[in-house]
């Protein structure tokens, strides 16, 4: 038995298993004949399957894509296993139709796809005890001639391969030159860096070492006060919290009598992180203050969190803070701050420090929570503090652009731009080269920057600098990294750009889950189907690729593409995957009037609401508070203007009572800042009576306000609907209460379409009843 990857076909498919040898012998020799052997080896392997298992005689005088696709579509062949024989047939076809020469690198992908095959052939209709084998890179047979002048050179298989595929960049007929001296690899070699299971180490990129240390598994992923990796200053962004801190520790510095700074906010949102940071630069500054970075720990095994608490703080207590001189930097989330506020041992002993942080407002969802300072205490808050800023026409993040560009900017300091260039250097490639590349864009960043902001305001999502490290991490590297880029088709390529990579990996994070929401193939619109039609009739997929988007930057991804051949010849998985591809590759770098198509106006709507709320501007809520009032009426439905159904439950006739509530802007608070950093993300409207009293708030978030656009466009919610928005039922049911129903009632019959008005007199207390 020959020992190749084939082997195990003889007892059950021997013509496939000569085949296959036949393949690996000449595997060195002559890339052409590999590739069109190769075509030949599918056409028989689904002869197998069509003649002796599955009784498709008619099958057999279709295409070889037709008949690919029928056993896709009826179940039989598996996406990935229809995608392997989408290679194949492509690779196969490309020799039959040109010169390709010595073309190792799709004679390595064609082998691995007929290996695929093989396996799922096997496992389908072969022995049951059967087991894969691994794969393995053909042998170097020692029949070939000039391998003998290789074996005066090294005694290594990975050496040998490396100077044949050197030889393979020449003219594979000049064996002569084989004797000379070999510069270094001028075609990737990451196959040459594999070892016999086909996995990349790290230590064979730097790029991908660097990479991997923005990773939430890696020890870099640590926060801890008292500590601040170089790495960890290079990724710092500065951030006007950063400068109010830093104030309060220069003000606090100065005085002798006892100084708590209350560093507040939530889980993640970078407390350690600063304090590291400042205690690495202003080490003489902070070495005057004591810090208390956990306050949900307690270090005596008999005491709990909130008594160990008041121990720390006891130099603050009501008897002892004229006479302490201690300082300290309290880092605590909210919800502890507020435990500890409503224990005993506040309303016993911090009654001056409960004061002080109730005067701060800091647990009022509708303040928002500037920097507060007294003679004893300062608190700066992380909570209303959010990662982006609003303006009038825009929202945008100055702290994720620069995070961003500190990862991909082209400076010497920059150690992962250092690590791409020696990556680069050695021709080193792999999925996270091409994606790097790709993250290099400004369009790359800022589209990504505008999906992390709708994050934010869509899903609520918190983003911890740590997760968005994560994140980055998962964009640029696929989890299957495993994958040989090398033996890599089009398709793996394709799925392994961080177009797909953003939207596919919800099982990886909760960010990455929440951006497959965010997917731009939701959003069709007519232009989006007109492109989609023009793909799906293409004689050849690059050139619809290549007239909407610029493929400069893709230059490997589009030689992959060239000669995949006419659209409809595709299996299905493989077309949904280019429809999705370049639906998302114009959402990120398409021209902007392509990018206009998915431009969501609600989102944008919703956003500039948000800003005139936080500024305080009525007149900027108009048309928010227009749609609020008349989604009431359309929620529980109206017969005619003014009047409101009071209920639903007989279907044929209905209550209405009339209805006058007016807006309220009261709660509103001044703001004269042009760009917002501090803000809700929610906008607090208010409706009252008629006399624009006993007023009724609304908190409306976003997923609020995109069902009072629905119902303004005629959707009539149901009982889910009543379940998901029941704050939002219950602010109509309180609203209900200013209608006149004591006064007038109007009974509707929808059989007859006749209304009936029944009023109270108050002058002559009686009841009229009459036809309106």
């Not at 250092?418 to 996270?432: M, Q, T, V």
Request: with cysteine.
């Amino acid at each position: 038995m020959d020992n190749n990857n084939f082997s195990f076909l003889e007892s059950g498919f021997p013509k496939l298993a000569a085949l296959g040898s036949e393949i690996e012998s000449i595997f060195y020799k002559d890339s052409q004949t590999v590739l069109m052997k190769g075509r030949l080896f599918a056409e028989e392997l689904l002869n197998e399957v069509i003649l002796q298992y599955e009784d498709l005689n008619n099958l057999k005088y279709m295409k070889l894509y037709e008949r690919i696709q029928y056993l896709e579509k009826d179940g039989i062949l598996n996406k990935e296993i229809a995608k392997s024989f989408d290679t194949i047939r492509q690779l196969g076809n490309k020799s039959s139709h040109e010169y390709v020469g010595m073309d190792l690198e799709n004679a390595f992908k064609i082998h691995k796809r007929l290996f695929e095959i093989s396996v799922w052939l096997m496992e389908l209709y072969g022995d049951y005890s059967f087991v894969a084998p691994m794969y393995k890179i053909p042998e170097i047979k020692q029949e070939m001639d000039y391998i003998v002048q290789l074996e005066e050179k090294t005694s290594s298989l990975e050496r040998k391969i490396e100077l044949i595929l050197q030889e393979s960049t020449r003219d594979y007929y000049a064996k002569d030159e084989l004797a000379a001296t070999y510069e270094e690899e001028s075609r990737p070699v990451q196959l040459l860096k594999h070892k016999e299971n086909q996995q990349l180490d790290y230590e064979d990129s730097y790029l991908l070492k660097e990479l991997s240390k923005l990773k939430e598994s890696s020890q870099e992923a640590i926060e801890n006060s008292n500590e601040f990796s170089s790495f960890k200053e290079y990724l710092h962004v500065e951030r006007s919290i950063q400068g109010e801190l830093k104030e309060s520790l220069d003000k606090a510095a100065t005085f002798m009598q006892s100084q708590l700074i209350l560093l507040c906010g939530s889980v993640g949102d970078g407390k350690s992180h600063l304090l590291a940071y400042i205690k690495h630069k202003y080490p003489e500054l902070i070495n005057q203050f004591d810090i208390h970075n956990d306050a949900t720990e307690s270090f005596d095994p008999h005491k709990s969190s909130l008594d160990t608490l008041a121990d720390r703080l006891s130099p603050f207590n009501d008897t002892q803070i004229e006479n302490s001189s201690t300082k300290l930097i309290l880092a605590i989330n909210l919800g502890v701050l507020n435990n500890f506020i409503e224990s005993e041992y506040a309303k016993d002993n911090f009654k001056i420090l409960s004061k002080f942080i109730e005067k701060a407002k800091v647990f009022e969802a509708t303040e928002i929570t500037t920097k507060q300072e007294s003679d004893y205490f300062h608190l700066i808050s992380f909570s209303d503090y959010q990662p982006f800023q609003l303006t009038e026409e825009v929202a945008s993040s100055d702290y994720y652009a620069t995070l961003l560009e500190k990862i991909t900017q082209p400076i010497d300091n920059n150690p992962f731009y250092r690590a791409y260039k020696l990556d680069e250097e050695r021709n080193i490639r792999g999925f996270f080269m091409n994606n790097y590349e790709l993250l290099m864009l400004s369009e790359t960043r800022e589209t990504i920057i505008n999906l992390l902001i709708q994050s934010h305001i869509k899903y609520k999502v918190i983003i911890s600098t740590r997760s968005l490290l994560n994140f980055i991490y998962d964009i640029l590297v696929p989890e299957n990294i495993d994958v040989d880029y090398i033996n890599a088709d089009a398709s793996d390529k394709t799925k392994g750009l961080l177009f797909n990579l953003i939207f596919e990996g919800k099982d990886r994070s909760q960010l990455l889950s929440t951006f497959e929401k965010l997917d731009p193939i939701h959003n069709r619109s007519n232009e989006m189907d007109l492109i989609l039609i023009e793909l799906n009739n293409s004689m050849q997929i690059i050139n619809t690729f290549e007239k909407y988007i610029n493929l400069s930057n893709l230059v490997e991804w589009k030689n992959e593409l060239e000669g995949m051949g006419a659209f409809q010849s595709l299996t299905e998985s493989s077309r949904q995957l280019y429809n999705r591809t370049l639906f998302r590759m114009i959402y990120f770098i398409g021209s902007n009037e392509m990018k206009n198509v998915f431009v969501d106006d609600a989102y944008n709507e919703y956003l500039n609401f948000l800003y005139h709320f936080n500024k305080g501007d009525r007149t900027g809520l108009r048309k928010i508070q227009s749609l609020v009032h008349d989604s009431i009426f359309l929620w529980n439905g109206t017969p005619k203007d003014r009047y409101i159904y009071i209920n639903s439950n007989n279907e044929h006739i209905q209550i209405a009572q009339s209805l006058e509530i007016k807006p309220f802007f009261n709660h509103l608070r001044q703001n004269n800042d042009t760009t917002l950093e501090r803000f809700q993300l929610s906008i607090l409207l208010a409706l009252a009576d008629q006399n624009k009293e006993n007023p009724e708030f609304l908190d409306i978030d976003y997923p609020l306000y995109e069902m009072i656009i629905r119902l303004s466009r005629g959707y009539r919610p149901n009982k889910k609907d009543e379940e998901n928005y029941i704050q939002y039922v219950k602010f109509i049911d309180r609203l209900m209460q200013h209608g006149k129903r004591k006064k007038e009632l109007l009974f509707v019959n929808h059989q007859t379409d006749m209304m009936f008005r029944l009023n109270y007199d108050d002058d002559y207390e009686e009841y009229s009843f009459r036809r309106d």
